[in-house]
């Protein structure tokens, strides 16, 4: 990644209409709101039903989401989430497998899933108006799509906020091929947590757009202003808003323990709790193991507002792979972790009882979970490990496998993605304007397109494509990657996967605020 050093100034178009960003075609109350919308109410086919190849494996598993009432460690929340736990329950298949999973939506609103990182077929991409018709509360949906590539993935759903609540779990897809050259596997998702704490995600957007947000989005957003507070900034600086929020910027975190924060101002929710495979630090998760055993874990950032950056306690970390695909392997202390992304690290086990850290970064407050190899007392909940201020791995440093890279090809065309927003009134934009009223990008079929992704904020946006993995200048493939205010990069994707599908922010607020944009492939 190469900062952008001479970059036009932030783009800071007016606006007078909130559209819902995850919904992705608004319904007629969006039409009513706006005299010439972009995208209008549509109603979708039926997606067809796959057969499997003969030989091939269906894997099959019913998901229900729904209100529910969890523990989280000492804290109990009403919340949504995919049966009653948090995260849901973990789906896994091999690689050329077949997945079928229908939903029951027995929430009071409409909902979708969306497989974040799997280049599915386009109709099962799970975005309401553009790929499906949204599923209605009491009706169910089924999901078929082929996994073809082996990685730590996860799902959740592209309407509002919801993601913000507790409706996301993770999904493995294995190499059948890949040698088992450790002793055990964990699957490690972060979250920051905030819904059934006095208030909710839709309650937060609101307070956030000054309560211009209601009811414009698919899933009937607003349930009425929390109050002001937000400070006005037209470069992206924010003043948080949470549960609590007392004007406090959160600015205790991960500066680099103490440095220069290479993300600038990271997030606008003050959140309450952060979680360990929804678990806070008083009562957490406690992964077991023997002396001496080398373990995979697989980290999952399913935050909505929160880059963590991660340790383990008394051991270094052997990062492996970023969004499902290979690197050269790379020694670490920690790691930042954006939005969306998830990496794989290895680790050999010392003797005794070691944190895994996960400090939010730009805010105050950790979420951890404990490794027990043997005897010992547990480090107070707050506790920092020293790996923190030793080598701390960005991702997009990282090389790529050899198997994990494009073949060499210039790029036929280039689109742009200029991102840019403020705080008030709270909008966030892709090439100058909000979701639905920006112009989609339009693909080429059997293209190498070049996506060149300029921040005119000073915030960190991660970035992600649908439908598609691109490779970074280095190769290095991601299907999300962190963008560092007023910085640019440049991605390279093939066009290979007809559809019409997204790019988007992964902090869900600026999503669903407008920084969103389609990209269609030309009928």
Same mark, same amino acid.
């Given at each position: ?7 036009? /100034? ?7 209409? =909130? ?11 969006? @039409? ?22 003969? &030989?091939?494996? *269906? ?8 209100? #529910? ?49 799997? $280049?599915?077929?386009? *109709? ?18 089924? !999901? +078929?799509?082929? @996994? ?5 993935? %996860? ?7 919801? %993601?913000? $609540? ?15 050259? !450790? ?21 937060? %957007? ?24 937000? +400070? ?8 948080? #808003? ?5 004007? +406090?910027?959160?600015? &205790? ?20 709790? !952060? ?13 077991? @193991? ?21 340790? =383990? ?26 939005? &969306? ?6 680790? #050999?086990? &010392? ?53 994990? $890279? ?15 927003? /403020? ?5 966030? +934009? ?10 989609? =990008? ?50 390279? %994707? ?8 997204? @790019? ?20």
């Amino acid at each position: 990644m190469t900062d952008s050093l001479n970059l036009p /100034q932030p783009v800071t178009s007016r606006r007078t209409l =909130l559209l819902g960003g995850l919904a992705a075609a608004s319904t007629l109350a969006l @039409a009513a709101c706006s005299k010439d919308p972009i995208v209008s109410a549509r109603s979708i086919a039926t997606a067809p039903s796959l057969t499997p190849a003969a &030989g091939q494996k *269906v894997v099959t598993r019913s998901l229900v989401a729904k209100p #529910t009432t969890l523990d989280l460690g000492g804290v109990t929340v009403d919340t949504w989430a995919y049966g009653n736990t948090v995260p849901g329950p973990l789906l896994r298949a091999n690689a050329g497998d077949m997945l079928r999973i229908p939903l029951d939506n027995q929430l009071p609103e409409d909902t979708t899933i969306h497989w974040h990182g799997i $280049r599915l077929r386009n *109709v099962a991409d799970g975005v309401p108006g553009q790929t499906q018709n949204p599923i209605k509360p009491g009706s169910s949906y089924t !999901y +078929e799509f082929i @996994a073809p590539d082996p990685g730590t993935y %996860f799902f959740h759903p592209h309407v509002g906020v919801q %993601f913000d $609540r507790g409706l996301y779990a993770p999904l493995i897809i294995d190499d059948p091929a890949e040698p088992r050259d !450790y002793d055990a596997e964990w699957v490690v998702v972060l979250d920051d947590w905030i819904d059934g704490t006095g208030t909710t995600p839709d309650e937060v %957007f609101a307070k956030l757009t000054g309560g211009k947000g209601a009811g414009m989005s698919h899933g009937g957003m607003g349930h009425g202003g929390m109050g002001g507070g937000d +400070e006005s900034s037209k470069s992206g600086k924010t003043g948080k #808003t949470g549960e609590g929020d007392t004007g +406090e910027m959160g600015h &205790g975190g991960m500066g680099g323990m103490g440095g220069k924060s290479p993300f600038g101002d990271a997030g606008d929710v003050v959140y309450p709790h !952060y979680l360990v495979n929804g678990r806070t630090p008083a009562d957490p998760e406690v992964l077991s @193991a023997k002396p001496g055993q080398r373990v995979r874990i697989r980290v999952i950032n399913a935050g909505a507002d929160t880059i963590f950056t991660v340790a =383990l306690g008394g051991h270094e970390m052997r990062v492996i792979a970023t969004d499902g695909w290979p690197v050269k392997p790379v020694m670490t202390d920690a790691f930042h972790i954006g939005m &969306g992304e998830r990496y794989d690290v290895e680790v #050999t086990l &010392g003797d005794g009882v070691f944190p895994l850290v996960a400090v939010p970064f730009g805010k105050k407050g950790v979420a951890r979970a404990l490794v027990r190899t043997g005897p010992g007392r547990a480090p107070a909940a707050d506790a920092i490990p020293a790996e923190f201020k030793r080598r701390v791995l960005l991702g997009t440093d990282l090389k790529p496998a050899e198997s994990a $890279r494009l073949k060499p090809k210039d790029p036929d065309d280039q689109q742009m993605l200029h991102l840019s927003g /403020q705080m008030r009134p709270y909008s966030w +934009e892709i090439n100058g304007k909000p979701f639905g009223k920006n112009t989609p =990008l339009i693909l080429k079929r059997g293209n190498r397109t070049r996506l060149q992704m300029m921040n005119m904020t000073m915030m960190t946006h991660p970035m992600h494509l649908h439908g598609h993995t691109f490779a970074l200048p280095n190769g290095l493939r991601k299907d999300t990657v962190l963008i560092k205010p007023m910085g640019s990069v440049y991605v390279d %994707f093939d066009a290979d996967n007809p559809g019409d599908w997204m @790019a988007h922010c992964h902090n869900i607020y600026h999503a669903e605020a407008g920084m969103m944009i389609a990209l269609n492939y030309a009928k």
